[in-house]
């Protein structure tokens, strides 16, 4: 059973626009969401992570809405710009426990 | 503080062959991970180490696969009698009791090709 899901598999937004990137997730004990952002090439670094005991996050142009009553949680990125293209990740788990990642989502921000 | 360390970054070799990766995690992380990447698909999970004891391994960790973490510090990663199937990229991660958040630190990982 997948325990993340992330949609959509890939996005194409122009520069200044916003990106929306979806994750569901099953296991009800999860207590941390992360979000990693990924270039071709590197590790994942993390982006901004969030806590079930809020449902919203923002970090300068990166916000995670949290919606613990459907288990789903979205990241926003306002004003994407170029430098923003890479492939990101959503992951939830238990901290210091293991996490779980969706399938990724590559994004292309045209100029 | 220099983050995660991996070694050796690229790696081929033929299918039956033995591969040892290495990860020095950040200094005074306590928390140790091994994840796989495959093309295209997010972090897979492999195995964990609390200091020297490895807490979880995962279903996907065949016994041709070993970790160990000798002294709590550095990690190293053993592939026996390699598969086609075991090319993808192993990402190392550590992270600290101290965050609190359980936050993971990855190092730029180790690519295995099999040929």
């Known amino acids: 059973q997948q325990q993340v899901k992330q949609s959509p598999q890939s996005l194409i937004v122009q520069k200044g626009g916003i990106s929306i990137i979806n994750c569901a997730y099953e296991?009800?004990?999860?207590?941390?969401f992360p979000w990693y952002q990924q270039f071709p090439g590197k590790g994942p670094a993390l982006l901004i992570a969030i806590r079930p005991d809020v449902s919203e996050k923002k970090e300068g142009r990166f916000t995670i809405s949290f919606n613990k009553s459907a288990k789903q949680f979205s990241l926003h990125i306002m004003d994407s710009q170029p430098g923003d293209s890479a492939t990101y990740f959503c992951a939830a788990g238990e901290v210091f426990n293991k996490f779980y990642f969706g399938s990724g989502t590559k994004l292309n921000v045209k100029p | 503080d220099t983050g995660v360390s991996q070694d050796p970054r690229h790696k081929i070799t033929k299918r039956g062959q033995n591969v040892t990766f290495r990860c020095d995690p950040i200094?005074?992380?306590?928390?140790l991970y091994w994840y796989r990447q495959t093309l295209g698909q997010g972090p897979e999970f492999l195995t964990y180490f609390q200091n020297e004891a490895q807490l979880e391994k995962s279903r996907l960790l065949s016994d041709r696969f070993s970790a160990e973490r000798p002294k709590g510090s550095f990690s190293t990663l053993e592939i026996q009698r390699t598969e086609q199937g075991d090319s993808a990229m192993y990402l190392c991660?550590?992270?600290?009791?101290?965050?609190?958040?359980?936050?993971?630190?990855f190092g730029e990982g180790s690519r295995l090709t099999v040929l």
């Open positions: 296991n009800t004990a999860f207590d941390y």
């Open positions: 991660a550590s992270s600290s009791d101290a965050l609190l958040t359980g936050e993971l630190f």
């Open positions: 200094s005074e992380h306590n928390r």
